[in-house]
Structures are given as C-alpha cells and as structure tokens.
T-cell receptor, first 111, second 118 residues
Framework: SQQGEEDPQALSIQEGENATMNCSYK?????LQWYRQNSGRGLVHLIL?????REKHSGRLRVTLDTSKKSSSLLITASRAADTASYFCGSISGGYQKVTFGTGTKLQVIP | GEEVAQTPKHLVRGEGQKAKLYCAPI?????VFWYQQVLKNEFKFLISFQNENVFDETGMPKERFSAKCLPNSPCSLEIQATKLEDSAVYFCASSQPFVETGGTDTQYFGPGTRLTVL
C-alpha cells in the first residue's frame, strides 16, 4: 500500500517553542487524521480534518489542509515536554475507509 | 465501552505456533479495522469489517491470517503457523459511519497487541 510522507522525520525543540510537522499524500482524500504515539504505546487521535475544510484547531493544535498540494500540516504551539512523541498523519480515501499512514515525525521537546 | 480494548497486551509464540488476538470495539461503532505496525513506524492495513461482514480484506496475507467479527463477541485476528516476520504490534481501530458522506468518521485505536515470534 502507498504510504504518505512526513517531514521532518525527526524534530528536536525547546519547551515553549512551536513545532510544525508536514504530511503529503498521494490520492484524493475523504478526510485526514493526525495521531500521536508515545513510545511503545497506542495511537491517540488528535484531529480529523475533512477534505472540504482548510483549517482546524484544538487547544494548542492547529491543522491545515491543502488539497491542491495534497498536503497537511500539524502545528503544536507552546510545546511541552509531554508532547514528546511520534506524530502520524493518516489519510482516508476511496470507499473502503482504510487509513494510509505517513512515515511519522518523531518530536522531542527538551525541558 | 468508550475505548477500544485489545487483548492480550503481549503475546510470545514460537515459529509455527498459532496466535490469536482480540479486539472489542467502542460500543455503537460498526466498523472495525486491523493494522500491523512494524519497525515502530510503518503501518500496514490488514482487514476491516462493517458489523460482522468483511468490508475490505486487501491487506490480509490470506494463507495464514484470518479474522472474524461475530455478534456479541470480541473481534479476533488469528495467525496460523506464525513466522518471524509476523513480529509486530497489531492495532485494532473502530469507527462509526459519517452520515453525510456514507463514509467513516474518526478511527479510534486500541493500545495494540505486541506479538513476538521467536
């Protein structure tokens, strides 16, 4: 199956700084979901953005979607050490609804 | 329940043995998905169900993998004759329909089952 791509692969920032992660996908989508995965744990759902939406906010998270460029970004503002995790985007396209995941961005927030 | 539950958390099998994993979706969710995560990053879709019916099985290695979702029972994923390369974390996710488009809504993931094949 095709994988989306995320960049950067790894990101290290100081606490309080903003973190931006980008995701590209290959086919037209129904929606795109962002997830967080702490080391050795499951996926926590963060935000879902639909194909007819351009921007969505949830607390310190802001997600944008550019369907013309087939890309999305996740911005975490005022990062905290607890935000240290891997972040994955997952796109859903077509009738079968399976999530096609990106390769993930490993974020480290240094206290 | 309000969370997707998966059992067991860890499973260790010798090569050639059978492995069976279970998933209880969130109550009221009619879609169930199984994914395999290898090498900490790469996710692979295996199979999905709409209620007890197979919805999409394009990701399943059919010769050794099988799955079921029966009424009033946890869903299950079974691997016959496990191989070393089956070592991975297996995630189950569930979702409810998104009425406006007829598609699915947010997929909520369980904590996963870590399968180690020795």
């Amino acid at each position: 199956s095709q994988q989306g791509e995320e960049d950067p692969q790894a990101l290290s920032i100081q606490e309080g700084e903003n973190a931006t992660m980008n995701c590209s996908y290959k086919t037209s989508i129904n929606n795109l979901q962002w997830y967080r995965q702490n080391s050795g744990r499951g996926l926590v759902h963060l935000i879902l953005i639909r194909s007819n939406e351009r921007e969505k906010h949830s607390g310190r998270l802001r997600v944008t979607l550019d369907t013309s460029k087939k890309s999305s970004s996740l911005l975490i503002t005022a990062s905290r050490a607890a935000d240290t995790a891997s972040y994955f985007c997952g796109s859903i396209s077509g009738g079968y609804q399976k999530v096609t995941f990106g390769t993930g961005t490993k974020l480290q927030v240094i206290p | 329940g309000e969370e997707v539950a998966q059992t067991p958390k860890h499973l260790v099998r010798g090569e050639g043995q059978k492995a069976k994993l279970y998933c209880a979706p969130i109550k009221g969710h009619s879609y169930v998905f199984w994914y395999q995560q290898v090498l900490k990053n790469e996710f692979k879709f295996l199979i999905s169900f709409q209620n007890e019916n197979v919805f999409d099985e394009t990701g399943m290695p059919k010769e050794r993998f099988s799955a079921k979702c029966l009424p009033n029972s946890p869903c299950s994923l079974e691997i016959q004759a496990t191989k070393l390369e089956d070592s991975a974390v297996y995630f189950c996710a569930s979702s409810q329909p998104f009425v406006e488009t007829g598609g699915t809504d947010t997929q909520y993931f369980g904590p996963g089952t870590r399968l180690t094949v020795l």
